[in-house]
């Protein structure tokens, strides 16, 4: 998806009218934004069922997911800021959106830390998702912040009520590259999940091994 | 090249050396865990679904040695 995407994106898709070839960091700034938010719904999701059912790999997807979600809001901050260098005459304004996104990636980093700061790994799991699950009041300000306060970021022009305010020749390269990042982003998180839940069966191995050679020893003294 | 241009190089290569760098170290992670795993169930888990993997814990080997 990412091969059709990113050439069509740099190469094949018009510049704007305003913005001239400066567009082309939205192919990759906008999917960054919405993975932000939408990896940080998960999060939220699967710490709420890791509370309520208590299910060990929802524990190991929020562990997992946040330092992707740290990273990927991170790469949409830098990019909104090389595009709103050019575009706005600065790189950083502290708007409505600049900071409520700030603020989504302080949780990220917050729950990637807290999960891996307790010796206890179900300790940590317990108050990641606690953090997790208060964070994600944040969801809706960083959505609606464009729409209640005088921010110098744009207003949605995809994700809105009617119809998207890109042209087509915009906007499907737009969502191929969305879609493209989506599913990377989904793979990478999968296959950090999977190494995990094979990382907890080899520590489980090794105690069993540890116990038995206990237990062979105590029996030879005996 | 336009000064803009040098904005849309910047943000990609960021993109892609951020993506790069975590599949990188996502997939040397996971080849090592495999391995590991691999040399230390002898009874052939590694070839089982790592979703199975949390099934049995501790438990099989401290029962072994009641």
Known sequence: MLALGIPWALAFSPPDWQQGETVRIMYVHVPMAWLSMAGYAALALASASALIWRHPLADLFAREISPVGAAVTALCLATGSLWGRPMWGTWWVWDARLTSVLVLFFLWVGHAALVRAFDDDERGARA????????????????????????????????????????????????ACALGFTLLFAALVLARTRAAVMEKRIRQLQLAQARRRDGGQGGAAA | MSTHWWYVTAAWALAGLGFGAMLLATLRRHAAARRRLAALDTRGAAGRPAGRAMDNGPQDGAGSTA
């Open chain 1, 128 to 175: 990641g998702a606690i953090l997790a699950v208060i964070g994600a009041i944040n969801l809706p300000v960083v959505k609606f912040s464009v729409d209640f306060f005088n921010t110098l970021h744009q207003p949605a022009s995809v994700a809105r009520l009617g119809a998207p305010g890109l042209h087509v020749d915009l906007l499907y390269p737009l969502l």
